[in-house]
């Protein structure tokens, strides 16, 4: 037990270490946390690597999958519902084929059942992948949601795709008529697990006096309760996740109405899902030795070569797959004629960023070792092994170069979407007026004897009147190039100074440590609305 706790601590810090590594060198991390497990798995002498099954899909999947759907605007995914289905659904079940056929063509001993297994494995894009590659690029808000939506949805198509096929490989048999119905009744099924379980969790949290840890503790356990329940019925576990995980978000604003239960909520699934994300990724080179050692009567060679054609005829299909359904529903709908115009950039981009990744690996991971008692799965290790170099493809070689496309290319975004400053503004504006109001008709008879609220209604009108300003100036001003960033760069070093400062103040015995915590916190939150979560 020693050993092993040391040996996954050795590993977090190791991770930690490489992707501060990889922030120097500039490089996504799920791209160089899978060059480096790779790198480290073939040095000589170092342990070998085993995970079981179904550990790694259980432990990684939910939280992922919960966390996504958290984060996925239930506005933004309904406007741009067609493109995401036709990508989440219709390009997961066209790649499937596709892969199946060929797959099971070229490879001795490949059955069409194992060929669907393979492209229900390889068939979603990975948008932890996308994001963190594109993380700091100037790409339109509308392909961003396009992939994010299609990653949350064709986890749950893949993985059923998955499921059937595998129970094709072990019983040996395959209806498409009886599959067609499982589909809608294992998919419909766990949407109905989802929507229950989230609304006997939205009862405790809204209800029940919990505290800010207890609900930041259940927001953990929901994901993994909604799983196994809906498994346990032998329903989709992934669409009750990402059902749950929608409807916990929609009615996030009603749950959880405190500053201290949000924040630390925050900082649990931020640090969370984060340490998730990095340990996958580099589980994916450190796991290669041993998938190498059981490829049996396959040579390394031919691993190689079976998966490079699969890499090729994934990333193609995305191609032939993604320009005919931006345009074609165009011509078909008036519709669909409101919407901008994707043109051939934004194609382009979505057909590029379809980089495999963490689900990939967790779902070939989860095929069982043995068919029965006697018998070995038959080529768990090839899959597992083209598998690999399927994400190894897509996430160094599309990934070290979309950003290069991006840059040549020049997208800009096409929606009518507001700056983010002038969206802040306007947003911080709304508030203070609303703040207003509250105090003109619940505590107008207050003012004249209470100083503070007196003071507090004056401070508001002066941040309305400065607000109104700021906003006048961002549509009437042609601002240079990067004054934005110059504005920005100007806040974070006053918001450092202040730090400084804070920590000064602990020495004057005039200000307690608990005040003074509060104003840092203060200052993190003005910090915050700038940087972000990823700074």
Not at 371 to 386: C, H, V
Not at 468 to 481: F, N, T
Request: aromatic residues 10%; contains cysteine.
């Amino acid at each position: 037990m020693h050993n092993t706790l040391l040996a996954v601590l050795g590993l977090l810090f190791g991770v930690m270490l490489l992707v501060m590594l990889s922030k120097k060198l500039k490089v996504a991390y799920p791209i160089f946390l899978v060059i480096a497990g790779l790198g480290i798995g073939l040095l000589p002498g170092m342990p070998r690597l085993h995970l079981e099954p179904d550990l790694i899909f259980l432990i990684f999947l939910p939280p992922l999958l919960y966390e996504a759907a958290w984060y996925t605007s239930w506005r933004d995914f309904w406007k741009w519902k067609r493109p995401i289905g036709l990508l989440a659904f219709g390009l997961v079940f066209f790649t499937s084929t596709i892969v199946a056929y060929a797959s099971s063509s070229i490879i001795p001993g490949f059955t069409l059942a194992l060929g669907f297994l393979l492209g229900g494995i390889i068939s979603p894009p990975d948008a932890v992948a996308a994001a963190s590659v594109m993380k700091g690029m100037k790409v339109p808000k509308r392909l961003m949601t396009i992939l994010e939506g299609e990653s949350l949805v064709n986890d749950a198509s893949s993985l059923i795709v998955f499921k059937f096929a595998l129970l094709a490989v072990i019983s040996g048999t395959f209806s498409m008529h009886e599959a067609t119905g499982q589909f809608f009744l294992v998919a419909g099924m766990g949407i109905v697990i989802g929507l229950a379980g989230a609304h006997i969790m939205y009862v405790i949290h809204r209800f029940l006096p919990t505290t800010p840890a207890i609900d930041a503790l259940l927001t953990v356990m929901t994901p993994y309760g909604l799983f196994l329940a809906a498994e346990h019925f032998h329903y989709s576990g992934v669409m009750a996740v990402v059902t749950g995980g929608l409807f916990m978000s929609y009615r996030a604003h009603e749950v959880f109405q405190t500053g201290s239960t949000k924040i630390n909520m925050l900082g649990v699934w931020t640090t969370m899902i984060f340490a998730m994300n990095t340990m996958v990724f580099i589980l994916i080179g450190l796991e290669l030795p041993e998938i190498i050692e059981g490829l049996g009567d396959y040579s390394i060679a031919d691993g190689i070569k079976y998966g490079l054609i699969i890499s090729g005829i994934t990333i193609l299909l995305r191609f032939l797959w993604v320009y005919p359904i931006a345009h074609i529903p165009r011509w078909l709908s008036a519709k669909a004629r409101q919407d901008p115009s994707p043109g051939w950039k934004g194609p382009l981009v979505i057909s590029w960023a379809g980089m495999r990744g963490v689900v990939s690996l967790a779902t070939a991971l989860s095929i069982p070792l043995m068919l029965d008692k006697t018998q070995a799965f038959p080529q768990r290790n090839l899959i597992i092994f083209i598998t690999f170099v399927v994400i190894f493809v897509t996430l160094v070689f599309q990934g070290l170069t979309l950003p290069l496309i991006i840059k040549l290319i020049k997208i800009k975004e096409i929606d009518d979407i507001l700056p983010a400053e002038q969206q802040q503004a306007g947003i911080q504006q709304h508030l203070d007026k609303l703040a207003l109001k509250l105090i003109n008709e619940k505590y107008q008879e207050h003012l004249e004897q209470n100083d503070s609220l007196r003071f507090l209604k004056e401070t508001l009108e002066n941040d309305i009147i400065e607000t109104e300003g700021y906003l006048v100036s961002l549509q009437c001003e042609r601002m240079e190039k990067g004054a934005f960033d110059i504005y920005n760069r100007a806040l974070i070093e006053i918001y450092a100074l202040q730090r400084k400062e804070l920590f000064e103040l602990k020495k004057d015995k005039n200000y307690s440590d608990e005040e003074i915590r509060k104003a840092e916190l203060q200052v993190d939150l003005s910090e915050l609305k700038i940087t972000g979560m990823g700074h």
